[in-house]
């Protein structure tokens, strides 16, 4: 599974809400909430890369692969 970890990076960075991060960013208050609760199926590259570039971080930062358990 994917985790989200836009709310880490806002927090580190100080941005404070999606209206923020969308001027900065350009990407829309609804894929900003999609991202940061793990909604959707998936991030395009263009997303990524803006994100990154306000970040200054790699896609890394932003996502983590959290393994599921084989229950």
Request: proline share 3%; aromatic share 8%; glycine share 10%.
């Amino acid at each position: 599974m994917i985790k989200p970890k836009l709310s880490e990076m806002m927090g580190l960075h100080k941005v404070k809400n999606f209206s923020q991060l969308e001027k900065e960013t350009g990407v829309s208050r609804r894929t900003l909430a999609k991202i940061f609760n793990g909604e959707g199926g998936g991030i395009d590259y263009e997303t990524l890369n803006a994100l990154c570039k306000r970040f200054n971080c790699t896609p890394g930062d932003l996502l983590e692969y959290v393994a599921e358990d084989k229950d």
